[in-house]
C-alpha cells in the first residue's frame, strides 16, 4: 500500500513536472513588450528601440517597444510589476526607476525591490562637469579656488529636484567641498543657456547634450564622473583623477521584469541580452547615441551593484533632504 501510494506520489511529481516545462522550455513562443518609460524620439527611447531589434534577432520573436513616459519613470515601471511575471513584458530600467524614486517619493505604485527584477544593465550615460567660458575654471583644482574666491556667488543649473544630474552634482559638492546653490530648470535647453549666459557657473550634464556647445567653444568640460574617461572626451580627466580617487557617478540603463518571474525564461531573457550588449554593433550604436557600453554581470553582481548604488544616493539624498511629493 505504501509502496502504491509512493509510486502515485511521484508520478503526480513527474506529471506536474512535465505539465510546467514546456512553457518554460519554448520561452519565448510569442512576441515580448518592452516598456520604455520615456517619449518617442529620445536619446532613451532610441536605446529602447536599438535593444529591441538586436533583442528580437537574437531571441527569434518581436519585441515591441511601448512608450509610457511621465511621473519620473513611474508609469511604466508600475505598469511592468504589475504585468505577468511570464518573461514577456520587460521595463527599460534606469537608476531612476530602480534606486531614486523609492529614496526620493513617500509613497510609489510600485516596490523595485520587491516588485521588479533587474537582469541587465545595457549602458552608462556618461556625464560630465562643465563650465562657461567666462569662469577661467579648467579643472577641479581651478574650481575649488574660484568657489573660495566667489563664496556665496556660485550658482549651478539644473533640469530639476531629483534628478540624477542634479544629485551627481551635489555629491560632486561634498566631495570636493564646493559650495554652489541649486539653479533648477525646466528642461535641458534653459539650463544650459543659463550656464552660457553665467546666471550659472556649473552643471552636471549628459556627454551627448553638451558636447556640441563643448567644440564649439561656449562650454568647458572640468571632469567627467565615472572612473574611466570618457571615450567622447578622452582629454577630460575624471573626478577620480582629480585628487578624488573611487569617485563615480553614473545614469545607466538596464533591463527589468517582474518578480516571480520563472527562473528558466529570466535565465534565458539575462542570456539573450548579454549576448546583445557584446555585439559590436550594438556597441557602434551606443557610441552614436553617447552611450558608453556595460559588460555582462551575473545576477548576484547586478544585485550587490543595486545596493551599493542605493547607498550612495540614500547618503546624498538624506544629507541634502531632498524629498518629492507625488
Known sequence: MKQTLFCLALAGLVSLANAQTPAQADYPSKPLKLVAPYAPGGSADLLARTLATHLSAEIKQPVVVENKPGANTMIAAAAVARAPADGYTLLLASNASMVLNPLLYKKLSYEPAKDLTLTNILAEAPLVLVTNSQTGIRNVAELKTYAQAHAGQLNYS??????????????????????????????SAPALTALMSNDTQLMVDVVGTSLPQIKAGKLVPIATTA???????????????????????????????PSGTPAAASARLKSAVDAVVQKPEFIAALGTQYLAGRKPQTQQELDAFLKEDSAMWRKVIVDNRIALDQ
Open 227 to 257: 572612473l574611466a574617461r570618457s571615450t567622447f572626451l578622452p582629454d577630460t580627466p575624471t573626478i577620480a583623477e582629480s585628487g578624488f580617487p573611487g569617485f563615480k557617478a553614473a545614469t545607466w540603463f538596464g533591463v527589468a521584469v
Open 158 to 187: 539644473s533640469i530639476g529636484l531629483g534628478n540624477p544630474l542634479q544629485l551627481t552634482t551635489e555629491l560632486i559638492k561634498s566631495r570636493l567641498g564646493v559650495e554652489a546653490t541649486h539653479i533648477p530648470f525646466n528642461g
